[in-house]
């Protein structure tokens, strides 16, 4: 198939609330924008407070039956729902490039990576127990604990990966018997649709999952439903302040999976053939950098710097970007203009402060329709001050910036030199120094000689201004429940 005989239909959008499909809402309308063509093309409706009290009731009154429903079948709803997102992953594919331009050739892989966590937390569903806490024969009392969905639960997602952000909180909260309000960014509203539609035909009962683009008040309405029992929310710090505060005067919990600054060090006896384009391909290819996680700062030891960098420049160099929906494509456009403006003020306040600029640094502009797109060349500094803007601030951007080290201490005082603590990365042979250093990085994971992310069994989740809370393996679900104690007088 070339590209132009993709199809690139723009699918219907609703504010799924129960049964419902709502093709209008109080929140006005919303000019959805493709990232690749700087053009709008659809009208996606959104929710506004009246929407979120309907679709919070909804969900409370779901979670009556919901809550009771047996686990073994809350266990077979969510299996029947991964295999239904295996099935449609073609078009999960397709949604996914239609919502933010991610590259087709990466959002394919999202489908199978998601129907994992679904399956995952499927399997949750009916071995979840409490603890013993006190036998009889110590104290005259028998004492355990139940652990007990909350109820409703606030969902707010950003936009850079749709279909993973849904399904590493929607299932984990529907295990543990909770129902769920989803508030996806206007920005990204198709995957979330086709979700809300398997949802429905897994034979998930109406109310459990509510779906409903919004912009940030319908956010904040959802925040402060007074029916909300806690809330999970991904995106940047500024909205988590605001998120917080509004919590705050409920003394209602959060999650907050918000950005990093992850260090990616790099020791003289790892294999630079498979770090130089992990290095790379994560930081300034995939989804054009607007990932979390991604490590985007390099530290190399000094007796490799220079072989690093000139091996990174020429991978970064050869890296195509272009029409997401092109296979031979491997990155793609930054969502908006305000992201371009942004990135490209950070480069030129790199440069200023003296990093090296090796490759990329200014704007792409493509032929046809993707004249209009917001297209960056992938861009690496090196000689990058550790404590410079740069090396300290998410750029959220293809933008890696490299920093030579000369010793293992001196690497783990770099990593740790920032406010985040997402996700650490290390390459070396040697696995003393590799478990050594994973006690010493204050991050929330640390992914060593090329560990995959996202995998579903690893809590995920980051220290300081990266947030807190968990989402994957046990800690995943334990955050959608609250426990119980249980004393009984038997003296
Ligand atoms: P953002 O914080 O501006 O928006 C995220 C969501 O919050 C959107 O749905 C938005 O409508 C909503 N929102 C905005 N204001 C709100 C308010 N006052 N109350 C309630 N909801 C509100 O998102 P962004 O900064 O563009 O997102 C990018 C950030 O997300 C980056 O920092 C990135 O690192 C982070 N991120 C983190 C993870 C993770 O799992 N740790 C994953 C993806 C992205």
């Given at each position: ?9 723009r ?12 093709t209008?809402g109080s ?5 959805h ?31 009556q039956?919901?809550?009771r ?8 709803l ?30 394919a ?24 806490t ?25 936009w ?29 509203p ?13 034979g ?7 779906i ?17 029992q ?17 919590c ?17 060090i ?43 960098v000139a ?10 970007v ?8 491997q990155?793609?456009p930054?969502?908006?203009?305000a ?5 490209l ?8 402060d ?25 861009t ?30 001196e ?10 603590g ?24 640390v ?8 995998a ?16 994957g ?19």
């Amino acid at each position: 198939m070339t590209t132009n005989e993709v199809d690139r239909t723009r699918p219907d959008v609703h504010l799924r609330i129960g049964a419902e499909r709502l093709t209008s809402g109080s929140g006005g309308v919303y000019g959805h924008v493709d990232p690749s063509t700087g053009k709008v093309d659809k009208e996606i409706p959104l929710a506004g407070a009246a929407e979120i009290d309907q679709a919070v009731k909804a969900a409370h009154e779901a979670f009556q039956s919901w809550s009771r429903t047996a686990p073994s079948e809350r266990r077979r709803l969510l299996m029947r729902l991964a295999d239904l997102i295996d099935e449609n992953a073609t078009e999960f594919a397709r949604r996914g490039t239609l919502d933010n331009a991610t590259p087709m050739t990466a959002a394919a892989g999202m489908a199978g990576t998601s129907s994992e966590w679904v399956r995952y937390y499927a399997g949750w569903a009916d071995k979840l127990s409490g603890d013993m806490t006190a036998m009889s024969t110590d104290t005259g009392e028998l004492g355990y604990t139940l652990p007990q969905p909350y109820g409703v639960i606030g969902i707010i997602i950003t936009w850079n990966g749709p279909l993973i952000s849904l399904a590493m909180k929607i299932p984990a909260a529907l295990a543990a018997g909770n129902t769920v309000v989803v508030k996806p960014s206007e920005m990204t509203p198709f995957s979330g649709e086709l979700f809300a539609d398997l949802v429905e035909q897994a034979g998930i009962p109406a109310g459990v999952v509510n779906i409903l683009p919004g912009a940030p008040e319908a956010g904040a309405a959802l925040v402060e439903h007074p029916l909300v029992q806690k809330v999970t929310f991904t995106g940047g710090p500024e909205t988590a302040r605001k998120i917080l505060h509004a919590c705050a005067d409920q003394m209602k919990p959060a999650v907050l999976e918000l950005g990093g600054k992850s260090a990616n060090i790099v020791f003289e006896d790892s294999d630079l053939d498979v770090v130089c384009p992990h290095g790379v391909f994560l930081p300034v290819a995939l989804l054009s950098g607007q990932g979390c996680a991604f490590p985007t700062r390099m530290l190399v030891q000094r007796s490799i710097y220079d072989e690093v960098v000139a091996q990174v420049t020429a991978i970064a160099e050869n890296i195509t970007v272009g029409d997401p929906f092109d296979p031979a494509v491997q990155s793609g456009p930054v969502i908006n203009q305000a992201a371009v403006d942004r990135i490209l003020g950070m480069i030129e306040r790199a440069e200023a402060d003296g990093a090296r600029l090796v490759t990329g640094g200014v704007r792409l502009t493509l032929d046809g329709d993707l004249a209009g797109g917001y297209f960056l060349e992938p861009t690496v500094f090196a000689d990058v001050d550790p404590y410079s803007e740069l090396a300290q601030t998410e750029v959220f951007g293809p933008v890696l910036s490299i920093i030579p080290f000369d010793t293992e201490e001196e690497a783990i005082a770099i990593a740790n030199a920032t406010r985040y603590g997402l996700s650490a990365y290390i390459q070396t042979k040697d696995l003393r120094r590799a478990h050594r250093m994973a006690e010493a990085l204050v991050s929330g994971e640390v992914l060593i000689n090329g560990a995959a992310n996202l995998a579903v069994h690893r809590p995920f989740g980051g220290f300081g201004l990266s947030g807190f809370g968990k989402e994957g393996g046990r800690p995943g679900i334990e955050e959608f429940l609250r426990v119980k104690a249980v004393g009984i007088a038997l003296a």
